[in-house]
């Protein structure tokens, strides 16, 4: 016998929840989802000659002739490739060596804490204060000449924007090892990696080689998706391309904005060629990824059951975890760099320190700081607003519908951070001209959700849906409404994750150069935009207070995050997070 | 006012239903008991009756509860109280707001706080209204868990093994505790338990899944 549904139950069994499900759905789809469709759409249709809005009717392969001459092309797709894929590649093995080092030689949440200004600081800032760094006159050399190196004069070496990519490499390195350590020590949490380690060790294996052997291939399948957006992104990047990489012939992505923007209208038809491009070469290289995971894993049961216990390699490990800290070192001294040169007034070259100091670029945010600075306070508040609400609403949508997240559903979000920006957004800013809504605040917000939604989605759906169901069906029994739960129940418990997914949509929002740049039609200028159009060549002292006020902007959001909660619920040791 | 169960099965829609046919009737303040292994379905039942049914699942059968068909309303409209093993005091709320959460709206200001300081005093909680709940004792929070279903002023109450979290001496401390308050309420309980001892203490009819 099968359960025959009582009159009237069905209906209640699947609430009302259909309305606000409805409502998310349309805004995702029409706000989020087609706005990357048309815009994908645009710019195909370009490449291949239909762009109607330059005049260009007819369907041709001359885009692609034209891209294939145009000088550069070949070098900039395989700086692209090695940059991109090697990038990827050293930050993830840096981040596994220094889990399966580190992973229990130190305290998890003051490791986390210790990665935050990392995570927070946007790529343009953090690769303005590697430039700081590294640069023939940067403070590296200073510290280090004329007593070490004899330099009297800063030397002529290309170690920023040098034709190879390792400076872009460096500074992928820098934001991406951090990020990959964050999502490693999540994944941990499920594991049981203690038990597992002191089984692997009673048999005799060495410490970091049981942590490779055991753990790493069962953290692996856990993080791969945040592998292929570190990837994707690290293929596609812009800004810190412009700021670090090769300049003649860039990275195919800074190319194929420069060809984007140039004065002559027809090379929008090559560039957008371009664009496609870019996207086969994410598809392509995410290809070769999973053939690269299948024989990794072959190889790796080999070795794994030839049962060596490698005891030798242990200094081996303890070196990719120096790398790894090194690297993070790097990074928090690029940014001390940048505020050091932000106060910097005489500082003549090779003194390690300014002979004098000065707040004259602070004091005077009428230079053009305080407007940017604005800009970028308002996009960033409006978008993770509209995100968390959205984010919110979709999570809700599923709990009165009491489902889980079809795999579709989670695609969906995952969307715009695997197709490159560069792909869809000049398709998109020509419908929104069209429109008549391009070169706006209002366009840029837009864009930038597109971005802030996925992360606030990813960094909020796990706590939720680890609050005890058993609470929410208390306050139904206690005759609460759905809409009484969520704000009477659900939001208040849920204060830290929200706070925690707003800093990092917030973070998000600060970072975002190209949707800023496109959709701003060049009237929107925020801290970020400006940092990079000042990059090339302008006063040291002035990059560095947009890039100081770049990074501080998201550490504060972070910095509220922690502090809002704590002191919302400081009478409340149940979500006070200070006693468990 | 008594809570009646005609044919009442779970299941996945559409699939095998967990259990046969379950047809019981519980009177004004007594307490019935399913009993049964782990997974036979006991606390799907309650979640039927209550009305907190995942998707997927079905209930099929009659609930009616003073003679209202209780699987028409949504759960927030049953009048139905649910006590869990854990207290499930909102951590975000005081004691007092915890058990105001589920007071009438239409009790207001002065008799508001009357009501709740009168409940805490029946629970042995007198003056612990601004308390954080994450400081009650174990005891404690299974007793104002009970007062706020109570406030709620329910028509029944399912209980999900609601003491299998303490210890022997608190547990029958408990339990009369409960049971002392469904029986001066005359409200019918339904209780899904492990223990045999639990059911015996009710003195009323045992369902064996």
């Not at chain 1, 990696?193 to 399948?221: C, D, E, S, T």
């Given at each position: 016998m099968s359960v025959i549904p009582a009159r009237g139950s069905v209906g209640h069994a699947i609430p009302d929840g259909r309305a606000l499900r409805g409502a998310v759905l349309v805004l995702v789809a029409a706000g989020l989802v087609l706005p990357i469709l048309a815009g994908l759409a645009q710019t195909a249709r370009a490449a291949f000659g239909v762009l109607p809005s330059i005049g260009a009717r007819d369907w041709s392969l001359d885009p692609w002739r034209a891209l294939l001459d145009l000088p550069g092309f070949a070098t900039s797709l395989r700086l692209t490739l090695v940059t991109g894929v090697g990038a990827t590649v050293l930050a993830l093995a840096l981040a596994m060596g220094f889990c399966a080092f580190a992973h229990g030689r130190m305290s998890q949440s003051l490791g986390a804490r210790m990665l935050t200004p990392l995570l927070a600081a946007p790529h343009a800032a953090l690769a303005i204060g590697l430039a700081f760094l590294l640069a023939p006159s940067g403070w590296i050399a200073r510290m280090i000449s004329p007593w070490a190196t004899g330099w009297a004069v800063p030397p002529d070496l290309a170690t920023v924007h040098d034709g190879w990519g390792m400076a872009l490499?460096?500074?992928?390195?820098?934001?991406?090892?951090?990020?990959?350590?964050?999502?490693?020590?999540?994944?941990?949490?499920?594991?049981?990696?203690?038990?597992?380690?002191?089984?692997?060790?009673?048999?005799?294996?060495?410490?970091?080689?049981?942590?490779?052997?055991?753990?790493?291939?069962?953290?692996?399948?856990?993080?791969?998706?945040?592998?292929?957006?570190?990837?994707?992104?690290?293929?596609?990047?812009?800004?810190?391309?412009?700021?670090?990489?090769?300049?003649?012939?860039?990275?195919?992505?800074?190319?194929?904005?420069?060809?984007?923007?140039?004065?002559?209208?027809g090379m929008v038809l090559p560039a957008s060629a371009g664009a496609v491009v870019q996207g086969a070469v994410i598809v392509a290289a995410i290809l070769l990824w999973i053939v690269g995971e299948r024989a990794v894993r072959m190889l790796g049961r080999i070795w794994l059951s030839r049962g060596g216990r490698g005891l030798r390699s242990e200094p081996g490990l303890k070196l990719?975890?120096?790398v790894a800290v090194a690297v993070m070192t790097l990074g928090m001294l690029a940014l001390a760099a940048l505020a050091v040169w932000s106060v910097a007034w005489r500082w003549s070259w090779p003194e390690a320190l300014p002979e004098s100091w000065s707040w004259r670029v602070w004091i005077a945010p009428g230079t053009g700081w305080g407007r940017a600075a604005g800009a970028t306070l308002t996009a960033g508040l409006a978008s993770t607003g509209v995100s968390l609400m959205l984010a919110v609403a979709w999570l809700e949508g599923e709990d009165r519908a009491r489902m889980g997240r079809a795999g579709w559903a989670q695609a969906l979000i995952y969307l715009p951070l695997l197709v490159p920006q560069i792909g869809f957004l000049y398709g998109l800013n020509v419908l929104f001209l069209r429109l008549g809504i391009s070169g706006g605040m209002a366009a840029v917000i837009w864009a930038q959700v597109l971005f802030v939604f996925p992360y606030v989605m990813i960094a909020l759906s796990e706590p939720w849906r680890a609050l005890d169901p058993r609470a929410i069906r208390t306050a139904a029994a206690l005759g609460a409404s759905p809409w009484r739960r969520l704000w009477a129940v659900k939001l208040p418990i849920l204060l830290r994750p929200l706070c925690t997914a707003a800093a990092i949509g917030f973070a998000v929002s600060v970072a975002q150069y190209l949707p800023t740049l496109f959709m701003g039609g060049g009237r929107v200028a925020t801290l970020t935009t400006e940092a990079v159009t000042l990059s090339s060549g302008s006063d040291r002292r002035v990059i560095g207070v947009y890039a100081v006020l770049q990074a501080a902007l998201p550490l504060v959001g972070y910095g509220a995050a922690v502090l809002l909660p704590a002191l919302v619920w400081r009478h409340r040791r149940g979500l006070s997070g200070a006693v468990r | 006012m008594s809570l009646c169960l005609r044919a009442v099965t779970v299941g996945p829609a559409g699939g095998q239903p967990l259990f046969a046919p379950l047809t019981m009737e519980i009177a004004p303040g007594a307490v019935a008991t399913v009993m049964g292994p782990s997974g036979v379905g006991k606390s799907t039942l309650l979640d039927a009756i209550g009305g907190h049914l995942a998707h997927g699942f079905a209930v099929a059968g009659q609930v009616t509860l003073s003679g209202r068909d209780v699987l028409a309303f949504p759960a927030e409209d049953r009048r139905i109280g649910v006590l869990f093993q854990d207290a499930m005091l909102f951590p975000h709320l005081s004691v007092g707001d915890n058990l105001a959460f589920g007071l009438s709206r239409g009790v207001k200001g002065h008799a508001r706080r009357v009501a709740v300081e009168e409940a805490l005093g029946q629970a042995g909680l007198s003056g612990y209204a601004a308390r954080d709940p994450a400081t009650l004792s174990g005891g404690q929070r299974a007793r104002a868990a009970l007062m706020r279903s109570l406030l709620a002023a329910p028509l029944a109450l399912l209980l999900d093994e609601p003491f299998s979290r303490l210890d022997a001496d608190l547990r029958a401390e408990i339990r009369s505790f409960v049971f002392d308050h469904v029986l001066a309420r005359n409200i019918p309980a339904l209780m899904v338990t492990h223990d045999e001892s639990d059911a015996e203490a009710t003195g009323g009819a045992v369902v064996r899944l």
């Open positions: 490499i460096l500074g992928l390195l820098v934001k991406e090892v951090p990020f990959l350590l964050l999502v490693i020590l999540s994944a941990l949490g499920q594991l049981p990696v203690r038990a597992h380690l002191a089984a692997a060790r009673a048999l005799g294996y060495g410490r970091g080689v049981a942590w490779v052997k055991v753990i790493l291939p069962q953290v692996y399948p856990l993080i791969r998706l945040p592998v292929f957006i570190v990837m994707a992104f690290a293929l596609s990047v812009v800004d810190m391309a412009i700021i670090l990489g090769p300049s003649n012939p860039p990275v195919l992505s800074v190319a194929v904005v420069r060809w984007f923007a140039a004065p002559d209208v990719v975890s120096a | -």
